[in-house]
């Protein structure tokens, strides 16, 4: 009959753990066999006894730990050898360069900025918010004033109908912005730069013919009234266009208006011109750079997951070793437990054996010689007659 002696260990890592077999069992008849067979090497025979064992229940998990261990670990050793050289290239490769503008490299650097051109660039940029804001404002109002019942019932309407004047200013600069550098940028500039002016000389102009009739009080207003207006010749009326608008309102309006969608885009151009003077250099990030760094990214998510891997089954394989150092150890301490069992069991008989003899000669020494020789004359006799 076998007798298997199932051991366990404790798990000492979470308090109130529960006790975990691990198999095979220690084999107490093969210990009992090797103590009663004095010639060999128990203790080798033991150990090898429960290793060939253990590997029996557990060489094919053991292997496929082996297996994954090392396969894991030439992987790693190939991303490894890859994110190294990965990293010779990236280093080999600057990460940013700079900006190529009309054909040539954005690379001179430029002045920095100084008390003149910050202020030129802070007023400028006043001048086109109050040109765009007072446009808006004035055509607005003269919408409003108009009579007109769309703007009357909604006043919001006229702001988006005056909403043409920054938009206009805006196309104009667009215009300037796609025209190479050199003498084409010049010339729009100065186009722009004339259109406006004229636009502020012929508001001037109109300003001048209406300022006489501005000035006059309402007294004299009044006072310059005649019965005789109406059957005066038409000739002497104000020239109106086809709408029954005087022209010289309509030359002041449009003057206005020009002036004011020109001279802000000229502003808006000599901002970018001051900006562009003083803007730092332009640098973009290189492509290569950019995909070798990506690569070294990806490569080390991969190397943190291989590495997990690989002590995912390293730990497998420490995990068995140790199982079967401790199966080892166990059935050698029975085997040492059983001798020493053994040993003592066989003093304990040694000890009672010598007590006996020693109470038989005591025995026998407390009897007298005579009757010695009569009890052993007697004993003869029996004996012969006992033969015969």
Avoid at 61 to 85: G, I, S
Avoid at 262 to 284: D, E, I
Avoid at 372 to 382: D, F, I, N, P
Wanted: net charge neutral; proline share 5%.
């Amino acid at each position: 009959m076998l007798c298997l002696i199932p051991w366990r260990f404790m798990s000492t890592t979470v308090p109130g753990s529960k006790t975990e077999n691990i198999t095979p069992a220690v084999h107490l008849e093969f210990i009992q066999n090797q103590l009663e067979n004095p010639q060999g090497s128990a203790p080798e025979e033991i150990e090898g006894y429960h290793r060939a064992l253990f590997l029996h229940h557990h060489a094919v998990e053991w292997e496929a730990y082996r297996q994954q261990a090392r396969t894991h670990q030439e992987k790693l050793a190939f991303l490894e050898v890859r994110l190294k050289d990965t990293q010779i290239r990236l280093s080999e490769r600057p990460q940013w360069m700079p900006v190529t503008v009309d054909g040539r490299a954005d690379v001179e650097p430029t002045s920095p900025w100084n008390l003149w051109d910050r202020s030129m660039f802070a007023l400028c940029a006043l001048g086109i918010l109050g040109l765009i804001t007072f446009g808006v404002l004035n055509i607005s109002f003269n919408l409003l004033e108009s009579g007109f019942v769309t703007f009357r019932e909604n006043p919001f309407r006229s702001y988006l109908w005056a909403a043409l004047l920054p938009v206009g200013a805006l196309a104009v600069k667009v215009g300037w912005d796609c025209l190479p550098e050199g003498r084409p940028r010049v010339a729009y500039l100065w186009a722009c730069l004339g259109l406006g002016m004229i636009g502020v000389l012929t508001w001037v102009g109109a300003y001048a013919c209406v300022y006489p009739t501005l000035s006059k009080g309402i007294n004299e207003q009044i006072a310059s009234l005649t019965v005789f207006d109406a059957a005066a010749a038409p000739s002497a009326g104000p020239r109106v266009n086809f709408a029954g608008a005087k022209w010289i309102d309509v030359v002041t309006v449009a003057g206005q208006a020009i002036a004011e969608i020109f001279l802000s885009a000229v502003l808006g151009m000599y901002l970018t011109t001051l900006y562009a003077r003083h803007r730092p250099v332009r640098l973009a990030q290189n492509p290569a750079f950019a995909q070798f760094d990506e690569d070294r990214r990806r490569l080390e998510e991969e190397i943190t997951r291989e590495r997990s891997r690989l002590g995912e089954a390293s730990g497998h394989l420490v995990q068995l070793e140790n199982q079967l150092a401790a199966l080892v150890a166990y059935g050698k301490s029975m085997f040492h437990r059983e001798a020493a069992k053994r040993q003592d069991q066989s003093e304990k008989r040694q000890v009672i054996l010598d007590q006996l003899s020693d109470h038989l000669r005591n025995h026998l020494d407390a009897i007298p010689p005579a009757n010695r020789l009569a009890s052993a004359s007697a004993g003869a006799q029996l004996g012969g007659k006992n033969g015969a």
